[in-house]
């Protein structure tokens, strides 16, 4: 043992902290283990604090909690580890509940306590619980931290509430660059880009230098809005300043190639990237994954899972959730099945994707006993949840089930009924010869049908004959003003199919009037590792966005 410590519980503090900055799990392990052996009293010089962070910061959740149940009293610190490593391995709601039982414990919540736990509330895009907090945290006195605004401000932009954390933004006395590039990148990641753009400059002119994250942000908003060339033209700017685009460049522009459906730009951007040895991580994956489903390359889709198993990447919530998406779209089911389970720590995300994955492939049953077996683990189901379980109900044809789950929706206190709930409920009966029962739910919510449930009538109405509801409910469509081409052409059809051609001509009349065409669909196919889309709209060159050395 170094002679600078005077105990042997001091040294092993020390080397588990050493462990826990470096993030290294074996040597950890082999460190408890010595403490178990030799009988050491855990609660000596916090060894047992110190362990649970080194777990969590290793990424082993079921042996932090382990130290952690047993501790008599735990510190604010263990506290705070586990609801940041909840909050960052997308366990939300689990986050949240560690706040609660740490708040019944009688442990005072700190600076750092708050920081993670507002990230919970992003997770959960939850603004009425990140508002909670922000009570909380004015009564405590933490409005004066620059960190805990920060988050606050982070908080609302990403649940959609700019002009909060704007009020916030504006009364902060000490702004550092974490403070502008929060609300920089909401406003960027909102699309209002011109107020991004102003207070990217105003920082500048207040001598605070943009860094990697503020130049990202600006970066990120312009090409999630399809703004590429501006996007390049800032990347030159960043170089200007001294600034080399980095990993977090890369994942924001393919981040936005993809959003913008432009996947051969996303997949040639990656492979320029590697080509520059800039090396992917899981945001990466995350990110260029939806393109391979979207374009259907297996291939493609099995490579990138290749690569984020070589690279050593932890296979999170996010990742595994893109992963499922992806072999979902392209088929492999088996595929998508072996991921899921390979997910150590499953959220409520990565539950609905494959539910949603069994759904959409006519594997009702295994939806059904997926989202059974979620509800006896404890985990919470959601709106999306339920979207897809009455979904692929809806599509099996099993329409006494899907009531019954469309009724049980009122025994969980945070669902409330959606748009897509009632889709997939009018779907259902529709198929199954339900119409007046159907025709019942869609003048419950009159206003506020849309094109899948009026499509979903029709075509019931179509398969059993019922052009009588059909018209019925066209009649009641055109009284509230409609305005989705989808459903016109369909009412269209229906009054052509029973010969009525002055009624035909009515509703094509007031698509003309009205400027409503139907947009017409598109088809990919893969020849080569390229990529060819039928009515593509543009195309870019991608030189202007590879590194120059």
């Not at 110190?50 to 910061?57: C, D, H, P, R, S």
């Not at 909102?190 to 002119?205: C, V, Y």
């Not at 590697?274 to 259907?296: E, H, Q, R, W």
Request: with cysteine; charged share 20%; aromatic share 8%.
């Amino acid at each position: 043992m170094c002679t600078r410590f005077k105990t042997v519980p001091e040294y092993l503090r020390f080397l588990l902290q050493k462990c826990m900055k470096l993030k290294v799990l074996k040597a950890g392990r082999q460190i408890h283990a010595q403490l178990l052996v030799k009988g050491i009293d855990m609660e000596l010089g916090s060894l047992n604090s110190n362990l649970v962070g080194m777990y969590t910061a290793g990424g082993d959740m079921i042996s932090s909690r382990l130290v952690f149940a047993s501790m008599s009293r735990p510190t604010a610190f263990v506290w705070n580890w586990l609801i940041s490593a909840s909050a960052f391995h997308g366990n939300s709601e689990e986050s949240i509940r560690l706040f609660l039982q740490m708040q019944e414990a009688g442990i005072w919540a700190n600076k750092f306590t708050f920081s993670s736990i507002l990230k919970a509330c992003v997770g959960l895009l939850d603004v009425n619980k990140g508002k909670e907090l922000h009570c909380i945290i004015t009564r405590m006195g933490f409005e004066c931290e620059t960190m805990v605004v920060n988050a606050l401000i982070d908080m609302y932009c990403k649940c959609g509430n700019l002009s909060s954390a704007r009020r916030l933004f504006d009364r902060m006395l000490i702004r550092d660059v974490a403070s502008w590039t929060c609300m920089i990148c909401g406003y960027s990641q909102g699309g209002q880009l011109e107020e991004s753009s102003l207070l990217f400059e105003r920082m500048k002119s207040q001598g605070l230098e943009p860094n990697e994250f503020t130049w990202n942000a600006m970066i990120a908003g312009l090409a999630h809005s399809g703004e590429f060339r501006k996007a390049s033209h800032l990347l030159l700017r960043m170089k200007e300043e001294g600034l080399n685009p980095d990993l977090v460049t890369s994942n924001a522009l393919i981040s936005g190639f993809s959003q913008n459906h432009q996947s051969v730009e996303a997949i040639e951007f990656f492979h320029c990237m590697l080509a520059k040895g800039i090396k992917p991580n899981s945001v990466t994956f995350a990110a260029l994954l939806p393109v391979c489903g979207s374009t259907g390359s297996l291939e493609r889709g099995r490579c990138i899972h290749g690569l984020i198993y070589r690279s050593g990447s932890v296979l999170n919530v996010f990742t595994g959730s893109a992963l499922i998406d992806m072999y979902t779209k392209c088929g492999s089911i088996q595929n998508a099945r072996k991921v899921f389970d390979c997910i150590s720590e499953r959220n409520t995300a990565v539950w609905n994707t494959m539910i949603g994955c069994y759904g959409k492939h006519g594997l009702v049953e295994d939806s059904i006993n997926l989202f059974e077996r979620m509800v006896e683990e404890g985990v919470t189901p959601n709106q999306v949840t339920f979207t897809c379980i009455l979904s692929a109900c809806s599509h099996g044809g099993l329409v006494d089930k899907c009531l019954e789950i469309f009724q049980s929706m009122n025994e969980f206190r945070d669902v409330e009924y959606t748009k897509e709930h009632y889709a997939c409920m009018i779907d259902a009966l529709s198929r199954s010869g339900k119409i007046e029962d159907a025709y019942k739910l869609i003048m419950k919510i009159l206003n506020e049908v849309n094109d899948s449930m009026v499509g979903a009538f029709f075509n019931g109405c179509k398969m059993h004959a019922r052009g009588d509801m059909a018209k019925k409910l066209g009649e009641e469509l055109l009284e509230i003003d409609i305005n989705k081409p989808g459903d016109l052409v369909s009412l269209s059809n229906i009054y052509a199919a029973n010969q009525e051609w002055e009624k035909v001509e009515i509703v094509r009349r007031l698509m003309k009037e009205r400027k409503l065409t139907k947009r017409p669909g598109s088809s990919w196919i893969e020849r080569k590792n390229d990529y060819i889309q039928y009515n593509e709209s543009q195309s870019l060159e991608l030189n202007q966005f590879c590194f120059s050395s």
